[in-house]
T-cell receptor, first 110, second 113 residues
Framework: QQPVQSPQAVILREGEDAVINCSSS?????VHWYRQKHGEAPVFLMI?????EQKGHDKISASFNEKKQQSSLYLTASQLSYSGTYFC???????????FGAGTILRVKS | NAGVTQTPKFQVLKTGQSMTLQCAQD?????MYWYRQDPGMGLRLIYY???????DKGEVPNGYNVSRLNKREFSLRLESAAPSQTSVYFC????????????FGPGTRLTVL
């Protein structure tokens, strides 16, 4: 079951914040976040595990609400380099294959 | 350390032609995957291989076959290409564990006329 990402697209100015959401109708074991720049391969950002802590590095962090089966990716003080498409991948049980959302296009303007 | 490599980068086929997409990884990972990416649909799993000698269907396996040649290499074959298979194909690898991070290759852009 493909997770639902929102919004589909967002345009920011440098320095602004953004939140990208990923929701599932099924209970989740983990949520993975990837970023893909235009014409390139997806690159891993972080993973959130059921029962785990909020993750983050630098100005990109994420949370996982197990009760709502929802994860949110927080981008703080956005930079031009944050532009790209963000995908969440969800895993319902340990060892299951990832199912990716349709992606959220983020564009940061100067 | 090249990570995950894919060949070719671009390919144009006519309907009914066959071809094989090659993927290799040098990270000694056990698991390998083939995805297709279409506009607005994210990444969809075609086939995966949990370890050398095993392969399993993913979400969209019809029209494709795979071979896990050895631990490093995982190929995807289109026996009779159709326009609906026009897409960008990504190979990925991972080492199963609590993080199970997937590392993606650069992709193959395939057009079927």
């Amino acid at each position: 079951q493909q997770p639902v990402q929102s919004p589909q697209a967002v345009i920011l100015r440098e320095g602004e914040d953004a939140v990208i959401n990923c929701s599932s109708s099924k209970a989740l074991y983990s949520v993975h976040w990837y970023r893909q720049k235009h014409g390139e391969a997806p690159v891993f950002l972080m993973i959130l595990l059921k029962g785990g802590e909020q993750k983050g590095h630098d100005k990109i962090s994420a949370s996982f609400n197990e009760k709502k089966q929802q994860s949110s990716l927080y981008l703080t003080a956005s930079q031009l380099s944050y532009s790209g498409t963000y995908f969440c991948g969800t895993e319902m049980e340990y060892g299951n294959k990832l199912v990716f959302g349709a992606g959220t296009i983020l564009r940061v303007k100067s | 350390n090249a990570g995950v490599t894919q060949t070719p980068k671009f390919q144009v086929l006519k309907t009914g032609q066959s071809m094989t997409l090659q993927c290799a990884q040098d990270m000694n990972h056990n698991s390998m995957y083939w995805y297709r990416q279409d506009p607005g649909m994210g990444l969809r799993l075609i086939y995966y291989s949990a370890s050398e000698g095993t392969t399993d269907k993913g979400e969209v396996p019809n029209g494709y076959n795979v071979s896990r040649l050895n631990k490093r290499e995982f190929s995807l074959r289109l026996e009779s290409a159709a326009p609906s298979q026009t897409s960008v194909y990504f190979c990925a690898s991972s080492e199963p564990g609590s993080t199970d991070t997937q590392y993606f290759g650069p992709g193959t852009r395939l057009t079927v006329l």
